[in-house]
């Protein structure tokens, strides 16, 4: 399979602990981005690198969330401390963006996230 | 108000119907992006305009830039067809990230 792949693709967790999702972009893709979606609404932008640099970070994500791309493969998103407000499907795309007018985004199945 | 607007939320048809569902925004754009989502998460992007339209099959996007809207038809629509869609913009010129309207759930009755 040759997409992005996300895992785990579910998580459930009791509040106050740590956990840490992973994204493989599919491979020569330069840009990857991390979304987060909530029942019924669409999904929201939380970061996105392009290579190894974190280029852009929304004000939605707090301190407690951080995210890496080491060697501009691989993707980690980590939550500290989660809270039950950040129960939500965390979704990763990547893309080869040439220019920004024609960049089509590839997106995983997602990592469901449940906090207790 | 949100920045992407889609109507209807929800909407509901006979198999073979034509399909319309509407996205309209506030903010000036580079381009616009129609994806679909199935159940289970998975959202596979259909289309991505800047202007003028698009045909994929019995899909068929349009975009009124002046007019900041956007229609995605789908013609002898099919069960299979039923997903929510989603309408997403890019913001501005410089801007990477996607601006993601609700969703519009369809669901096609055989």
């Known amino acids: 399979d040759t997409g992005v792949s996300q895992n785990p693709r579910h998580k459930i967790t009791k509040r106050g602990q740590n956990v840490t999702f992973r994204c493989d972009p599919i491979?020569?893709?330069?840009?990857l981005y991390w979304y987060r979606q909530t029942l019924g609404q669409g999904p929201e932008f939380l970061t996105y690198?392009?290579?190894?640099?974190?280029?852009?970070k929304s004000r939605l994500l707090s301190d407690r969330f951080s995210a890496e791309r080491p060697k501009g493969s691989f993707s980690t998103l980590e939550i500290q401390r989660t809270e039950q407000g950040d129960s939500a499907m965390y979704l990763c795309?990547?893309?080869?963006?040439?220019?920004?007018?024609?960049?089509?985004?590839?997106f995983g199945s997602g990592t469901q996230l449940s906090v207790l | 108000k949100n920045e992407v607007e889609q109507s209807p939320q929800n909407l509901t048809a006979q198999e073979g119907e034509f399909i319309t569902i509407n996205c309209s925004y506030s903010?000036?754009?580079?381009?616009l992006h129609w994806l679909q989502q199935h159940p289970g998460g998975g959202i596979v992007s259909l289309f991505m305009?800047?202007?003028g339209k698009k045909k994929h099959g019995r899909l068929i996007a349009t975009i009124n830039i002046q007019e900041k809207h956007s229609s995605l038809h789908i013609t002898a629509s099919h069960p299979r067809d039923s997903a929510v869609y989603i309408c997403?913009?890019?913001?501005?010129?410089?801007?990477?990230?996607?601006?993601f309207g609700q969703g519009t759930r369809l669901t096609i009755n055989p």
């Open positions: 305009l800047s202007s």
């Open positions: 491979s020569e893709h330069n840009r």
């Open positions: 690198f392009q290579n190894e640099a974190q280029l852009e």
């Open positions: 795309a990547s893309s080869l963006a040439l220019l920004a007018t024609n960049e089509k985004l590839f």
């Open positions: 997403a913009v890019r913001p501005g010129q410089g801007a990477q990230k996607l601006v």
């Open positions: 903010v000036g754009i580079s381009a």
